[in-house]
């Protein structure tokens, strides 16, 4: 059985940053891409990052690009998300989900984790 189980999530300030985890386990093998999805509350889920399994390529969505970092760790089976400079409209839920070849999408994927709230506020 596979599990993705986020974690990190917290209440931070505008302009704090904060560390988002997801372990996974079961058949996610290291080629496998993982990406962060979020949603944000009476809004869609949107797609914020992803790392491919094969090369270790990256992308990221125009409004966190060069404020979140994505980074695997395969020994730990462990993906971050490192965000930082957070905005109010940061906040939403964020999503590990997991893809057999290349970065899943909102309509591709194979597994999909319970997720870890962000709040950015004052």
């Known amino acids: 059985q596979v599990h993705l189980v986020e974690s990190g999530g917290d209440l931070v300030q505008p302009g704090g940053s904060l560390r988002l985890s997801c372990v996974h386990s079961g058949a996610i093998l290291d080629y496998y891409g993982i990406g962060w999805f979020r949603q944000a509350p009476g809004k869609d889920r949107e797609g914020v990052s992803c790392i491919k399994g094969t090369d270790g390529s990256t992308n990221y969505a125009e409004s966190v690009k060069g404020r979140f970092t994505i980074s695997r760790d395969n020994a730990k089976n462990t993906v971050y998300l490192q965000m930082n400079n957070l905005k109010p409209e940061d906040t939403a839920t964020y999503f590990c989900?997991?893809?057999?070849?290349?970065?899943?999408?909102?309509?591709?994927?194979?597994?999909w984790g319970q997720g870890t709230r962000v709040t950015v506020s004052l």
């Open positions: 989900v997991a893809l057999g070849s290349g970065c899943p999408t909102l309509r591709h994927y194979d597994y």
